[in-house]
């Protein structure tokens, strides 16, 4: 496995909320951040899906 970071950002008053997901399940959240990194360390295959940043 193979590691992998993904990362967003956001900018706004008041500052976001910034949730990342993969599919519907919520897997890092963060209030009031300007930027919010999801690092993934082994991926393995079930590891596989759609992952999405909100703010």
């Known amino acids: ?15 976001p909320l910034l949730t990342w997901f993969r599919g519907p399940q919520v897997l890092r959240e963060e209030p009031a951040a300007a930027a919010l990194r999801l690092h993934l ?4 295959p079930q590891d596989s899906g759609t992952y999405t940043c909100v703010a």
Do not use: N, T, Y
Request: glycine share 16%; proline share 11%; hydrophobic share 25%.
């Open 1 to 15: 496995g193979s590691q992998v970071e993904l990362g967003c950002s956001a900018e706004g008053r008041p500052p």
């Open 41 to 44: 360390a082994q991926v393995r």
